[in-house]
């Protein structure tokens, strides 16, 4: 498709649990970020990529959040045993080449911690 | 620390009538203002963003105003529409194309017909 794709839509997860949440940029796009979005709030940001290179990862809550984007391409968020507070939506975006262009949010995955 | 404050929480407006949504920032850095609409179950899109060299900035029914000296922005929906019901959420950068948005809470807008 031609738009930023998120996998998966729903997530619920039992607390402890380990979860991963996929992220396909726009094809060519450089640049791919992370958001956090809370029920009822705004996103908030976690980590930016640029190509595979980690440049930020300033936002991310704790060490159990990891993000990794081995080949520039797919990125994946993974949060290793959730926590009730975790429970946000999860959205991913990509930005093209130059630095002034729009960045593109996906649909984010919406993640319940039970 | 919430970096960029917004308001109205929720705005329910008449079918033509103009919708407006009020955000408060305190970080003189800041300098980049988007706008961005989201739909239920969809992600954020950028509608109209500002730097502040600008006060006004007008795209179609929507204006951004911006008052650098009072740290404030706002959106105007002109000829409100019920498709432009929405949450709107405001945000600041510190440069155009910065990594990092801050976001307001967001407006849940609704447009009665």
């Known amino acids: 498709g031609a738009g930023v794709s998120q996998s998966p839509r729903y997530k619920v997860a039992k607390r402890g649990q380990d979860v991963a949440l996929r992220c396909d940029p726009i094809s060519g796009h450089v640049s791919l970020f992370w958001y956090q979005q809370a029920l009822g709030q705004g996103p908030e940001f976690l980590t930016y990529?640029?190509?595979?290179?980690?440049?930020?990862k300033s936002g991310l809550p704790s060490d159990r959040f990891f993000a990794e984007r081995p080949e520039g391409s797919v990125s994946t968020l993974k949060i290793q045993r959730t926590q009730q507070e975790d429970s946000a939506v999860y959205l991913c975006?990509?930005?093209?080449?130059?630095?002034?262009?729009?960045?593109?949010f996906g649909q984010g995955t919406r993640l319940t911690v039970v | 620390q919430q970096q960029v404050k917004q308001s109205p929480q929720s705005l329910i407006v008449q079918k033509g009538g103009i919708s407006i949504i009020n955000c408060a920032y305190e970080?003189?850095?800041?300098?980049?203002f988007p706008w961005y609409q989201q739909f239920p179950g969809k992600g954020p899109a950028l509608l109209i963003a500002i730097r502040p060299d600008v006060s006004e900035k007008k795209e179609g029914r929507f204006t951004i105003s911006f008052n650098k000296s009072a740290k404030q922005f706002s959106l105007h929906i002109m000829d409100s529409q019920p498709g432009d019901s929405a949450t709107y959420f405001c945000?600041?950068?510190?440069?155009?194309?910065?990594?990092?948005?801050?976001f307001g809470t967001g407006t849940r807008l609704t447009v009665i017909p």
């Open positions: 945000a600041a950068a510190y440069q155009t194309g910065a990594n990092n948005l801050f």
């Open positions: 990529f640029q190509n595979e290179a980690q440049l930020d």
């Open positions: 975006a990509s930005r093209g080449r130059k630095m002034n262009t729009e960045a593109f």
């Open positions: 970080n003189t850095a800041f300098d980049y």
